[in-house]
C-alpha cells in the first residue's frame, strides 16, 4: 500500500481504525514462524461487520492483498504479510454474541480468543471441547480458519465438529450466513466447511456459531514412562479398551528436557525415553481399572514408571509437561512437521520416519510430540545456534521432501491441524491430487475472484 492507497482507504472508511507505526506492523505482520520478515503496509482494525465488507470491497476495487489476522499463533505462516499486504485484524471483532440454550450454541464474533469461549461455555454449565496450550491468544475465527486440533480430538474431534455455522466476509464483499446453526441441512453443498481450514484465502470469517456440550465428567491425570516407540501404539490401545479417554498424548525425553529447562518439575527421579500424559473419565472403579491397565503395561514391559495425579495442582504440572513443549523449544525456530496417518497405519509409519530421522538428521536436535491417539506427530527440528536460518532451512527442506514420500505411501497428510499457510506450501501435492488443487483454485476463484484474499498460501496462483 503507497501512501496514496493509505489516502484512498481513508477517505473511503473515515472512522477505520488504522495502524502504521513500525512496532505495529511488525507486531501484526508475523506468527509463530518467525521466519519471514514482516512487511505489511498497514494494519485494519474493524470493529463491524460493515466495516469488514467495505474494507474488502475497496481492496477490490484498487487490487489490494489483504491477510487476515488472529491471534497470530499460527504455526505455518499463515497470518505472516511480508509482501505490503493489509493486514485485517478481528481483534476488535470480540464480543460474545449469545446464547441459545434450546439449541445449546454460542455466538460469538470471530476475534474472541478461545479461552473466552471455554468460559462463556462453562457459564452456561457445558464445555467447548476444543482446547490447545494457546487458548489464552488464538482466536475463535483463527481456529476456524485453520481447522485447530488439540488435546482433546481422541475424545471430540477436531474444530469441524463444533461449527454450527459461521458468517463469511467472501473475496468479493459478500456477507455469507452458513450453516445457521441447522442440525440438518441437504440444500447443495456446504460452503460453511469450505471456509473451514480455509486460511484466509476464500474470505474473512467474522462470526462463528459454536456447538456446545455437556460438561467433562471427573477425569484423572496419569504420566506414564515408557522404554520404546513400539510401546507407544500398545499402551494406548490397553488403556483405550479401559478407559474412556478424554486425551492421550506423548512426548519424548528430549522435549521433556527443554520443558524443564523452562521451570516444570522432573516427574520422576530417573529420565526414560518416552512419556504419555493421558486424561479419562474417572470414579473410584474406573480408577481401579486404570491401575490395572498400568500394572499390567508394567508387567508387559511397554510401561518402566507412572503417576497419578492426586490432586488438581498436580494434574496441572503433568500437563503442563507436554503443554510447555512448543513455548519451551521456541527459542530455537524450531523447523516444524505436523504430519498425520491413520491410526492404524502409525506403527509402520513411525518405524519408517525414525530411520529416516536417524539418517537424515545426525547433527540436529529432533523433538518429538504430539496427539498419538490421532496418528498426528509433532517434529520440531531445533536449528543449531551458529546456523544461518536459511541454510537450516534449506536442509530440513530436503528432509521433508523425503518424509513426503513416506506421508503418501502411507495416505497421510502433511499437515493435520497447523495448516498450509507458506510452511508446507511445497507439500501440498504431495497429500492432494492435481485434481483437488485444480479444485480448490476453481473454489477460491468463485469466492474471491480478484485473488486478494492472503494470496500464496496455501497454493499459489497458477
Ligand atoms: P492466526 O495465526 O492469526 O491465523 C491463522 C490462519 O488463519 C492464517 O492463515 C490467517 O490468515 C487465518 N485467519 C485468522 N483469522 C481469520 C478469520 N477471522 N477469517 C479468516 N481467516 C482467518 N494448533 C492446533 O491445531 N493444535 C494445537 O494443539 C496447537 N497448539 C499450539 C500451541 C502453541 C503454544 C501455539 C503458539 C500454537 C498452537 N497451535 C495449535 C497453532 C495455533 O494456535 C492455531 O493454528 C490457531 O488456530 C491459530 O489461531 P490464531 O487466531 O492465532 O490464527
Ligand atoms: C501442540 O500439539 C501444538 O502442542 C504445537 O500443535 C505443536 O509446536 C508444535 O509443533
Ligand atoms: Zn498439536
Not at 196 to 224: F, H, K, N, Q, Y
Not at 266 to 278: G, S
Not at 377 to 398: G, R, T
Request: net charge negative; charged share 20%; proline share 5%.
Amino acid at each position: 500500500m503507497s501512501d496514496s492507497h493509505l489516502l484512498s482507504l481513508q477517505a473511503a472508511l473515515p472512522t477505520l481504525r488504522l495502524l502504521t507505526d513500525a512496532a505495529d506492523l511488525e507486531h501484526y505482520g508475523r506468527d509463530w514462524t518467525r521466519r519471514w520478515a514482516p512487511a505489511p503496509m498497514a494494519i485494519a482494525l474493524p470493529d463491524s461487520v460493515e466495516e469488514v465488507q467495505a474494507i474488502v470491497r475497496w481492496a477490490n476495487a484498487e487490487n489490494m492483498a489483504i491477510v487476515p489476522s488472529g491471534g497470530r499463533t499460527g504455526l505455518s505462516g499463515g497470518a505472516v504479510a511480508a509482501r505490503g499486504e493489509l493486514v485485517v485484524s478481528t481483534a476488535r471483532l470480540n464480543r460474545v454474541l449469545g446464547f441459545d440454550p434450546v439449541d445449546r450454541i454460542l455466538a460469538v464474533q470471530a476475534g474472541v480468543p478461545l479461552q473466552r469461549v471455554h468460559e462463556a461455555a462453562r457459564s452456561h454449565g457445558l464445555q467447548y471441547p476444543v482446547d490447545f496450550a494457546a487458548r489464552g491468544s488464538c482466536s475463535i475465527g483463527g481456529t476456524l480458519a485453520t481447522n485447530a486440533g488439540g488435546i482433546r480430538v481422541v475424545r471430540h474431534g477436531n474444530t469441524r465438529h463444533w461449527v454450527a455455522g459461521l458468517k463469511l466476509v467472501t473475496g468479493s464483499g459478500e456477507l455469507m450466513d452458513l450453516g445457521r446453526g441447522l442440525v440438518k441441512d441437504s440444500s447443495g453443498y456446504d460452503l460453511r466447511h469450505l471456509a473451514i481450514a480455509s486460511e484466509g484465502t476464500l474470505g474473512i470469517i467474522v462470526e462463528a456459531s459454536l456447538r456446545l456440550t455437556d460438561p467433562p465428567p471427573p477425569t484423572s491425570v496419569m504420566l506414564l514412562a515408557l522404554p520404546s516407540f513400539e510401546a507407544l501404539m500398545q499402551v494406548f490401545a490397553a488403556f483405550r479398551a479401559r478407559l474412556e479417554l478424554q486425551a492421550f498424548e506423548f512426548f519424548t525425553d528430549l522435549a521433556l528436557k527443554h520443558v524443564l529447562a523452562h521451570g516444570a518439575q522432573p516427574p520422576f527421579a530417573q529420565a526414560h525415553p518416552f512419556y504419555v500424559v493421558t486424561e479419562f473419565a474417572c470414579d473410584a472403579a474406573i480408577e481401579a481399572g486404570a491401575l490395572a491397565a498400568f500394572e499390567q503395561c508394567l508387567e508387559q514391559g511397554l510401561a518402566s514408571d507412572g503417576v497419578l495425579a492426586a490432586s488438581e495442582a498436580q494434574a496441572a504440572q503433568l500437563w503442563r509437561l507436554r503443554e510447555g513443549i512448543t513455548e519451551s523449544i521456541a527459542r530455537y525456530l524450531p523447523y516444524k512437521n505436523d504430519v498425520v496417518v491413520r491410526v492404524s497405519a502409525m506403527p509402520a509409519f513411525l518405524r519408517e520416519t525414525q530411520a529416516l530421522l536417524a539418517e537424515a538428521y545426525p547433527q540436529f536436535e529432533v523433538v518429538w510430540f504430539g496427539h498419538i491417539g490421532d496418528g498426528n506427530l509433532h517434529i520440531n527440528v531445533l536449528k543449531p545456534e551458529s546456523m544461518a536460518q536459511d541454510a537450516f532451512v534449506a536442509d530440513c527442506e530436503n528432509v521433508t521432501a523425503l518424509l513426503a514420500q513416506i506421508l503418501q505411501a502411507h495416505g497421510g497428510s502433511i499437515s493435520a491441524e497447523h495448516g498450509i499457510g507458506l510452511v508446507k506450501k511445497p507439500y501440498l501435492s504431495c497429500t492432494r491430487s492435481a485434481a483437488e488443487i485444480a479444485a480448490m483454485r476453481g473454489i477460491k476463484a468463485a469466492l474471491d475472484p480478484k485473488g486478494i484474499m492472503n494470496p500464496g498460501k496455501v497454493f499459489d496462483a497458477e
